[in-house]
């Protein structure tokens, strides 16, 4: 259990455990957690360490008394580090949140009353800009989540203000509230009895994409993942594993692949897989002709390791056998991402034909709370 033997929190959110999931982050604690404290009207705040070798768990005893500390047994990556401290945490509701977020007043309130007015919820996540001292780069969506997650036809993820690697200036053109594909892990708000009905994040994912998989979970299981622009929160991003580490596109590519394996409907699974191996020999040629052996390599071993567990995999499948189509799922683009960015050369959310999106978007849905629209925000 948790370190410290604290009173029972209260305020409005004292129903909400706030755990952040730190690995060698005494950097990004110092900095981070004083607004997290002064922000989070009563919920309890927890720091799960998975086994760091820097300060981090020295600091939080000098600095921050009132933080609850789990220590993992070692550095079990992001998605078991999250699904060991969870069986330890009694709340209503967890906020998952990287230990390089700085949130904003009044961050957690929009999301929990979210989730208290719309029983179907599971999940929802804020709108994600980017952290920097530039006031202009805190003005654009950050990679991790932006507006919002949206998967194409394929099971490539993007997000409302950010296509790629192209970030939008949040404009307020995605502050309405409304049904996604997936919730970034960065910040995530999630029932806690949904997370462990459906059993938390896949834990041969170790980390990137875990997020992805959990929120397609849901929705097959007929709960539902939203965003809500009424709340803002900045993001590093990249604070562990830099995008131009090999590690990280290997951890991209094989679960990427994993994560179709898993989740899509049967009728779709081989076309979709023959065609996201063929794109992926794309992408690693791509990587050898610039010279970059690294990533090129980082492929390679994705795709053994995939087929060489392919029997668990397999099992994960059969676990899960309800499987909605893409055309049923809010958040999916029917196109092709990659046709639409390389080929059409669309740049911005907006730019894709609204009319290609399955599901419900819930855009205006009169049973929205007056709160899930952002009108006394103070970030517009």
């Known amino acids: 259990m948790a370190s410290k033997d604290s009173a029972a929190p209260t305020g409005l959110c004292a129903d909400v455990a706030v755990v952040i999931l730190n690995w060698n982050g005494q950097k990004f604690l110092r900095q981070f957690l004083p607004a997290v404290l002064a922000y989070s009207d009563g919920a309890r705040i927890i720091v799960a360490d998975n086994a760091s070798t820097d300060d ?34 009694e709340a209503q509701y967890y906020m998952l949140l990287n230990s390089d977020v700085e949130v904003t007043p009044g961050w957690l309130r929009p999301l929990r009353e979210l989730l208290e007015t719309r029983p179907q919820i599971a999940a929802c996540q804020p709108k994600i800009r980017q952290y920097s001292p530039d006031p202009a780069q805190r003005e ?30 949040d404009l307020g053109q995605y502050d309405d509230p409304r049904p ?18 459906i059993g938390g994040l896949e834990p041969a994912f170790f980390a990137h ?18 965003y809500h622009g009424g709340s803002t929160v900045f993001h590093v991003g990249g604070g562990t594993l830099h995008k131009s580490n090999p590690r990280k596109t290997y951890l991209n590519f094989r679960n990427g692949l994993a994560l179709v394996y898993k989740n899509v ?15 992926d020999w794309v ?6 002709l610039q010279g970059n052996t690294g990533d090129f390599t980082a492929i390679l071993r994705a795709h053994r390791d ?30 092709s991402l990659v046709w639409a960015y390389f080929g059409q050369e669309i740049r911005a959310f907006s730019q894709l034909d609204p009319e290609n999106f399955g599901g419900d978007q819930g855009t205006n849905d009169p049973a929205t709370p007056e709160s899930a629209h952002p009108t006394n925000s103070p970030f517009h």
């Open 283 to 288: 992408a690693a040629l791509r990587f050898l």
């Open 265 to 279: 409907a049967d009728q779709e699974l081989a076309g979709v897989l023959a065609t996201r191996l063929v794109l």
């Open 209 to 226: 994409m875990e997020e992805i998989d959990l929120c397609w979970r849901l929705w097959n299981t007929g709960q539902e993942v939203w």
């Open 56 to 89: 981090s768990v020295a600091l939080l005893g000098r600095e921050f008394p009132t933080v609850e500390v789990i220590q993992n047994p070692g550095n079990l990556g992001f998605c078991d580090g999250y699904n060991h401290a969870l069986q330890q945490v």
């Open 180 to 197: 996604v594909a997936w919730a970034t892990g960065a910040c995530m708000f999630v029932r806690a009895a949904c997370w462990h009905q």
């Open 140 to 169: 654009m969506f950050e990679y991790a989540g932006a507006g919002g997650g949206y998967l194409d036809r394929l099971g490539y993820p993007f997000c409302r203000g950010r296509l790629f690697d192209t970030l939008e200036q």
């Open 306 to 335: 995939f087929f060489t567990k392919r029997a668990y995999w397999k099992r994960k499948r059969r676990e899960n056998p309800q499987k909605r189509p893409t055309s049923q799922r809010p958040g999916v683009y029917q196109g």
